[in-house]
C-alpha cells in the first residue's frame, strides 16, 4: 500500500484530547497510522484546513440477521427507491446490503455493528453483515428470553454455569457482546403475558427482569467482556417508563451497562395529555451514573419499518402499521420478532414530542463520553439522517424553525425551546466516534494516534452541517480511499469484529444434555467453527480479541 502524508489537517481527536490541532498524518504501508516514510515516494495529501476526524462507528444499527430480512421483503418499496439513490432527511426504510456500506462510507462511517444477533440464527447474520461492503462489523448475541438462561436462572443452577453459559454463546456465535431485550418480556408475552415491569414476576418461570439484568451485567463484567451489557429496557414505548429504566440503572448496582434506544425508554406521564418528556431525570440520573453509556434512538419524521426483538411491544404496535401490513416470528425458544412500518409524523402529538425527547437528551446530558449518537436505525429513521440530525443539535436556530413546525401543543409543553446549547465539532466527534470506539472496547479504531487502522474521515468544514457531514471530501478504510467528495470510488471487503471469551468448558455437557432433550438442532451445530468464518467474510478481515 502506497504511504500518504496529509499536511494542514485539523485533527479533532477526542481520545488523544485533540480539539482542531493543526497536524501532519501518515498512512503507513499496513495501512495504518504512521510515522514519516523513511524514504520518498510516497503521496502528499493538502487538506487545506479541512478537519480530520477518525472513521464513524455506529454502535447500534440493524444491518443484519432475519428481523432486517424480513423488513426488507415487507418493505420493497423502500428498497426499490433506496436502489435509484433517493436519500435524504426522510429516506425510506431498509436499504440492501450493497446499499448499506456504501452509504454509511458515503458519511464517513467505517464500522458498524448489529445490537440483536439470535443465537440460533447467528450464521444469517454473518452472512449478511459480510455481504455489507467497506465497514468493518459485528453482532451482539441476544439472551434473557431464551429457555436455557431462563431455565438455569429458575431452578437456580448456580452462577458460575450461567456465566460460562455466556461465555459460551458469545465464542460459539462470534458476538462482539451481549444483548437484552425487554428482560425476560419476549418469553413472558409467549406465556400470554401483555406486560412485564421491572419486578413484576415472569407468569411461568417466576424470575424478575432486574434478576436477569443483574445476572447476565454481572456475567459480563466477571468474563471480562469489554462492552458492557447492551440493555434494550423494559417498558419500551410505554408512557411513564422513565420509573423502571431508572430503576434499571439501578438494578446494576455499579456494573457498567449500555442503555440502547434510551429516547424510547425516557417518558413521563404528565400533561393533559398524560405523556411528557422525562429526559431532565435521565440527564440528572447519568450525573451520578457513571457506570452507563446511553445511545439515543432518535426519531425522524417520515416513513420508516420499526423491526424489533421485543414482540410484546410490537405485538401492541400492529394496529399502527403504516402501511398496513405485519410480521411477527418467535424464533426457536430462543427469542422473538416483530416488524412493522411506520410513519413518524409532525403533526402528531406523540411523534413530535418523541423527537423532542431524543434531542433533549443529547444536549442534556452533561459528559458526551456517555452517549452516542443513532437513531436504531431503522426503528427512529435511516441511519442515512445521520447529517440531518448533526445539524439539529450543531444550529439552534434550524433546531427551531423545525420545532415550529411541529404539532402545537408540543412547544407548549418541552424545554427544548430554552436550550441554547449548539453541539461542538469535538462534542460530535465524541458521539460518533470516539465514545462508540472505548464503548465497545475497539482498541484499534475511533482515533488518529499512531498503531491505529487508518480509517480516516476529511470534512471540509462548513456552515451547513447536514451538507458538510453528507459529503465528506475523503474517507479512507485501512488507508484506502473509498470516498472522494462524498461518492464512492472503491469499495473494499469488510472485517469482522468478535471475541475469545475464556469460560469453564463443562458448561458444555449441561447444553449437550440440553439440546438433546429439547432441542430439533444438533449441540455440534450451535458453534460456529473457526472455519467458517472465511465464508462469511469472502476475503474480508478477521479482527478477533481474545479476552
Ligand atoms: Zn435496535
Redesign the pocket.
Known sequence: MKEIKFINARVIDPIQNKNDVLETIFIDPKGKIGNMPSSDGYDVIDCCNSIMMAGGIDL???IGGGKTNIARMLMPEGLCKSNGFEYGNKGESVPGTIDTGHRYAEMGYTAAFE??MIFSNARQAHLEMGDVPILDHGGYVMLGNDEILLEMLAKKKGHSLIRDYVGWSINASKAMGVKVVNPGGISAFKFNQRSLDLDEKHSHWGLTPRAIVHELSLSLQELGVPHPLHI?ASNLGVPGNIKSTIETIDALEGIRGHL??VQFHCYGSEGPKKFSSASQQLAEKLKTSKNISIDV?QIIFGQTVT??GDIMKQHSNRNNANPKKWVMGDIECTAGCGVVPFKYKENSFVNALQWVIGLEIFLLVDDPWQVVL?T??P?GGPFTSYPHLIKLLMNKEFRDEQLHQLHPDVIEHCILKDIKKELSLYEIAIMTRAAPAKILGLVENGSLAKGKHADIVIYKEDPDQEYMFSTPEYVYKNGKLVVRNGKLVDCPKPGLHYLDVNFDSSVESYLKKYYEKNCIGEFRNGFIAESEIDLFLDGGKRILRKI
Open positions: 447500534h444499527t440493524h445490537p440483536a434494550h440502547t434506544h434512538g423491526t424489533s443513532t436504531d436505525h426503528n
